[in-house]
């Protein structure tokens, strides 16, 4: 029995062999795994070009070209420039299209292969000639991972196919090799092999995998937009027509000398000639002028009510106030009767005109005195006079509301003259430009202004005055101060908006290696400026970097 069995095993090895053979033919036809990854798995068939004046993108949209024109240090789109092609057909001019593009019909796009051409670009007074190559495959539509797709689906069904072949084969096989019939085996398994590859070659036509139909569609859905992909290589893939829409702007970055800057904490103060406090000078009860009380942000002049503070009485005030009344009422009474006496005798020579004059002004004196208590009891009430013309910055005043001496019941701040105090930890000459920053980055000039002796926090308050436009700033604001010093040091100036942080807080710019791809480079900077910063490392001279758009390129996926 195991003389059989062994028969049988060594019957099997010839149809291993042959399943060895057939097999990977099948999975791997017309198939390479050589092949370099597609730029991007929505890209058209394209070319590009470059010259130190201009860069072209040529993309095959059916039998035309749609041509993008650029400048190479920019990236600025070249509207309106004269574009000769020189095709396998002979000389051609394209058209200008509304969007910037420009338009090259190209029926020689019909033959598959590789097409040579030659652009001639004269734009602002430029003229530069340069070649490219184009290549039209007939599948260059389909991506690399509808081709991996398309195989994976091919080659599981062939498996199968021969999974089911070799398990007849090897019943087949057995039965006979039992049998001691070795050569009829053999036989029947050869015929089995070449009828299951019959099959296979009977499935259709294969172009690539099968299914034309299929790969037509998919290709359809596939090239119908191009966008923006970043390669597994780390760099970003931007066709130009995305470029446009994302206003990418690039400029050649250069080594050059820069003065270093301090970066110093400040906040916004108003300037002390131009704001003051509407304060009670005693305590009372709040009440609103006839106009009402003024609105935060109301302008106002100088010398204008704001609002009223009548002090309050207290009772035992009013019991002396009405027993010193009572007393003086008793005194205007007999005072009045001497001097009706008085002038009664004074004709007869009885008195003397001095003592009537002096019983005259007692009585005046008692009168002024009992309307000044009557006045007090009472109580005018106290005027908050604006001492200064601006805007009402602060402010809570309610009608009724008890105040004390001293309370600031408004502040008043004018906003076009403003300040701003920045804490230095080392000497700050008046002679030095200095700039503020906002978080929101927007920059303004500043003016020195002054530098206090007392310590703060182991630093002394710089004052500076802002210049120009204040409007977006408010009192108390926090900002960066950038003082320029006298050292300096040579890198890269760039503006703020090319270097973008990524999440692990690492620094980096995009460099603009080709037409349509942008690579990211980690770089150390530090500050220069409002505007700029300066790259230390990470970066060579000469290079294009991106300086508008870098944060949108940071987003792509």
């Not at 000769?84 to 593009?101: F, I, L, R």
């Not at 920059?443 to 926090?457: I, K, M, P, Q």
């Amino acid at each position: 029995m195991f003389s059989h069995f062994g028969r049988a095993l060594r019957a099997l090895v010839p149809v291993a062999a042959l399943c060895a053979a057939v097999v990977p033919a099948s999975a791997h036809e017309d198939h390479d795994h050589d092949e370099p990854p597609a730029v991007s798995a929505t890209a058209l068939p394209r070319g590009e070009t470059d010259s130190n004046a201009f860069e072209i993108v040529a993309v095959v949209r059916g039998d035309h070209l749609e041509i993008h024109i650029d400048r190479f240090a920019t990236n600025e789109p070249v509207i309106g420039a004269v574009l000769e092609v020189e095709t396998p057909a002979g000389s051609a001019k394209a058209t200008a299209n509304p969007d910037g593009t420009y338009h090259l019909p190209a029926p020689w796009l019909a033959k598959n292969g590789r097409t040579d051409l030659i652009f001639t670009v004269a734009a602002d007074g430029t003229t530069d000639i340069l070649p490219m190559t184009l290549q039209t495959a007939r599948d260059a539509a389909q991506s690399t991972p509808q081709k991996d797709a398309a195989l994976g689906d091919h080659i599981g069904t062939t498996s199968l196919l021969f999974a089911l072949g070799g398990l007849v084969a090897g019943a087949l096989l057995t039965a006979i090799a039992m049998r001691r019939r070795r050569a009829a085996a053999i036989v029947v398994i050869v015929a089995a092999l070449a009828g299951i590859r019959e099959t296979k070659a009977n499935e259709g036509p294969h172009d690539g995998h099968g299914h034309e139909q299929d790969k037509a569609q998919v290709a359809i859905n596939v090239v119908a937009g191009e966008r923006a992909q970043r390669l597994p290589d780390g760099a970003v893939f931007v066709p130009k027509s995305v470029q446009r829409i994302f206003a990418l702007r690039t400029l050649v970055a250069e080594q050059a000398k820069q003065r270093k800057v301090s970066e110093l904490p400040g906040r916004i103060i108003p300037d002390p000639n131009a704001s003051g406090y509407a304060q009670s000078a005693v305590g009372g009860r709040l009440s609103a002028p006839p106009d009402g009380f003024p609105r935060l942000g109301t302008r106002v002049k100088q010398g204008d009510i704001l609002g009223y503070v009548t002090p309050p009485i207290q009772a035992i005030d009013v019991s002396d106030m009405r027993q010193r009344q009572g007393e003086l009422d008793q005194q205007i009474s007999i005072v009045e009767r001497r001097f009706a006496r008085y002038e009664q005798l004074a004709p007869s020579g009885a008195i003397s005109r001095t003592q009537l004059e002096d019983t005259r002004l007692e009585l005046e004196g008692l009168r002024d005195r009992r309307a000044s208590i009557e006045k007090a009891s009472r109580r005018e009430p106290e005027a908050l006079i604006a001492p200064v013309a601006g805007v009402i910055a602060e402010g809570s005043a309610v009608a009724g509301q008890i105040v004390q001496p001293s309370s600031i019941v408004f502040n008043i701040i004018d906003p076009a003259r403003l300040w701003v105090e920045a804490l230095s930890f080392e000497n700050v000459e008046p002679s030095q430009g200095a700039r503020a920053s906002t978080y929101t980055g927007k920059n303004y000039d500043l003016v020195y202004r002054g530098t206090g002796f007392a310590d703060r926090s182991q630093s002394v308050p710089v004052h500076f005055a802002i210049t120009g436009d204040t409007a977006g700033l408010r009192a108390g604001q926090f900002l960066t101060v950038l003082v320029a010093t006298d050292e300096t040091k040579e890198g890269l100036a760039l503006p703020r908006s090319s270097v973008v942080r990524g999440s692990n807080g690492q620094d980096f710019v995009y460099e603009h290696v080709s037409p349509e791809r942008f690579v990211p480079r980690s770089v150390r900077t530090e500050p220069l400026d409002g505007d700029r910063v300066l790259i230390v490392s990470g970066i060579a001279p000469g290079k294009r970097v991106v300086s508008q758009g870098a944060d949108l390129l940071d987003h792509v996926r």
